[in-house]
T-cell receptor, first 112, second 115 residues
Framework: DAKTTQPTSMDCAEGRAANLPCNHS???????VYWYRQIHSQGPQYIIH???NNETNEMASLIITEDRKSSTLILPHATLRDTAVYYC?????????????FGGGTRLMVKP | DTGVSQDPRHKITKRGQNVTFRCDPI?????LYWYRQTLGQGPEFLTY????????KSRLLSDRFSAERPKGSFSTLEIQRTEQGDSAMYLC?????????????FGQGTRLTVV
C-alpha cells in the first residue's frame, strides 16, 4: 500500500472549515484514499473514502486531485467534538480483508 | 458506541504474567481484526479472522501472542509472559466482508499496562 504524508498538527476555529491535506504521490491506479479519525480514548472511526472522484457524506468531503497524488479532507463546519487525530490511508480495496496501515496522522485541534 | 465491545477496558499486570482480552464484534460481521497502538503512534495491524479462520498475522505478533475466534463470533487475544514493551492499547475491529463489504468498526480498546 502507498505511503502517505500528513502534517503533524493543525488548528481550526470552531465553525470554520477544516481542510486536512494528505500527500500520496506513489499511489497506484487501483488504490483508494481512506480517512479515519480517532478521538481521544476511543477507537478509530471511518469517515470517508474515494478513488478518483470527489466524495461527500454527512461527516465530510473528500477532494482528490486529478493526478491522485494528493487529497484534502474537508470538515465544513468544525466543532469542538471534531478535535481528533485524522489518518489518511491509501490501500487497495481488496476483498481479502480490510487491514489498515495507519501512519502518524494529523492532530486537529478545534478551538473556540 | 460502535457496537464492538472490548473487555476489560483497562488492565494492569506484572511483568511475566499472562493476560487475555476479549472482543465481541458486531453480530453480523464475519471479519475481526486486532490492532495494537502505542502512545503517540497510529494503530498497527496484528491479526485478522474471517469467521473462525485466522487468515493473516503480522510479524508484530510474536510467539507470546495468540488469538482465537473459536465459533466465529467473539475473539480472545492472549499475551503470555508479558513484557513492559507490551504496554499499549489493544484495539479490536470488525466488518462484514464479501459482496456487502462494510468498513471496519473499532471498539474502544483495552489499555494494557505492564509494571
Amino acid at each position: 500500500d502507498a505511503k502517505t504524508t500528513q502534517p503533524t498538527s493543525m488548528d481550526c476555529a470552531e465553525g470554520r472549515a477544516a481542510n486536512l491535506p494528505c500527500n500520496h504521490s506513489t499511489i497506484s491506479g487501483n488504490e483508494y484514499v481512506y480517512w479515519y479519525r480517532q478521538i481521544h480514548s476511543q477507537g478509530p472511526q471511518y469517515i470517508i473514502h474515494g478513488l478518483k472522484n470527489n466524495e461527500t457524506n454527512e461527516m465530510a468531503s473528500l477532494i482528490i486531485t486529478e493526478d491522485r497524488k494528493s487529497s484534502t479532507l474537508i470538515l465544513p463546519h468544525a466543532t469542538l467534538r471534531d478535535t481528533a487525530v485524522y489518518y489518511c490511508i491509501v490501500r487497495v480495496d481488496r476483498n481479502a480483508g480490510n487491514m489498515l496501515t495507519f501512519g502518524g496522522g494529523t492532530r486537529l485541534m478545534v478551538k473556540p | 458506541d460502535t457496537g464492538v465491545s472490548q473487555d476489560p477496558r483497562h488492565k494492569i499486570t506484572k511483568r511475566g504474567q499472562n493476560v487475555t482480552f476479549r472482543c465481541d464484534p458486531i453480530s453480523e460481521h464475519n471479519r475481526l481484526y486486532w490492532y495494537r497502538q502505542t502512545l503517540g503512534q497510529g494503530p498497527e495491524f496484528l491479526t485478522y479472522f474471517q469467521n473462525e479462520a485466522q487468515l493473516e498475522k503480522s510479524r508484530l505478533l510474536s510467539d507470546r501472542f495468540s488469538a482465537e475466534r473459536p465459533k466465529g463470533s467473539f475473539s480472545t487475544l492472549e499475551i503470555q509472559r508479558t513484557e513492559q514493551g507490551d504496554s499499549a492499547m489493544y484495539l479490536c475491529a470488525s466488518n462484514r466482508g464479501g459482496a456487502l463489504n462494510t468498513e471496519a468498526f473499532f471498539g474502544q480498546g483495552t489499555r494494557l499496562t505492564v509494571v
